[in-house]
């Protein structure tokens, strides 16, 4: 159980195109997802909350109109990174919490490796 | 600002012995305590989850929180080389931001045989 895809796994793009990731809960509810951007040998930084049927929640320093999130059921939510610049390469993790499940633990995706040329 | 601090490391351990791994945060009013496990490349998998003080334990893993301290500790006994990897501490909040982690940087755990 509680377990988290994301599509696509990876992508390579060119700079100034947009891309979009989606992140689904396979087997259960999810009224709140995270989106975290992860560099190489750092931790992973929270990009948002998103929340079904809402608006996103940004963290401070990230761009909202260029990060777009939308969570338009309970099983998925896609981040939309637009006009992409190679600084936004990076590992793009979504994790998702179980509405039904009682707990606030939080079940990662296995990620989406973007590079941007 | 809330923070999780971790011992960066690395640790390495031989095979069979305990690897125990720190955590301390700032914020006294966080409730639920989490460690996962990050292989290189690969995203997060959960370990364990602690809510209460005192002791939790999982087949191998036995973690130990202690809310008046600000701390939270993971022990992983018999090591094993497949136990390498870096192990994060984090640390949610409740209310409005129900469910929202802060990470630690991580600690890179190394087994060797």
């Known amino acids: 159980g509680a377990v988290v895809s994301q599509h696509p796994s990876w992508v390579i793009c060119k700079s100034g195109t947009s891309v979009k990731i989606e992140c689904r809960s396979l087997d259960f509810q999810a009224t709140t997802m995270f989106w975290y951007r992860q560099f190489p040998k750092q931790s992973l930084m929270l990009m948002a909350t998103?929340?079904?049927?809402?608006?996103?929640?940004?963290e401070q320093g990230v761009e909202k109109d260029k990060f777009l999130i939308n969570h338009a059921s309970l099983t998925l939510s896609t981040l939309t990174v637009t006009s992409a610049h190679p600084e936004d390469s990076s590992f793009y993790i979504c994790?998702?919490?179980?509405?039904?499940?009682?707990?606030?633990?939080?079940?990662f995706g296995p990620g989406t490796r973007l590079t941007v040329l | 600002q809330k923070e999780v601090e971790q011992n960066s490391g690395p640790l390495s351990v031989p095979e069979g012995a305990i690897a125990s791994l720190n955590c301390t945060y700032s914020?006294?009013?966080?409730?639920?305590f989490f460690w996962y496990r990050q292989y290189s490349g690969k995203s997060p998998e959960l370990i364990m989850f602690i809510y209460s003080n005192g002791d939790k334990e999982d087949g191998r893993f036995t973690a130990q929180l202690n809310k008046a301290s600000q701390y939270v500790s993971l022990l992983i006994r018999d090591s094993q080389p497949s136990d390498s990897a870096t192990y994060l501490c984090a640390v949610a909040e409740g209310g409005t931001s129900y469910g929202k982690l802060t990470f630690g940087q991580g600690t890179i755990l190394t087994v060797h045989p």
């Open positions: 994790s998702a919490i179980d509405s039904g499940g009682g707990t606030d633990t939080q079940y």
């Open positions: 998103s929340n079904e049927g809402s608006k996103a929640t940004y």
């Open positions: 914020d006294r009013g966080s409730q639920s």
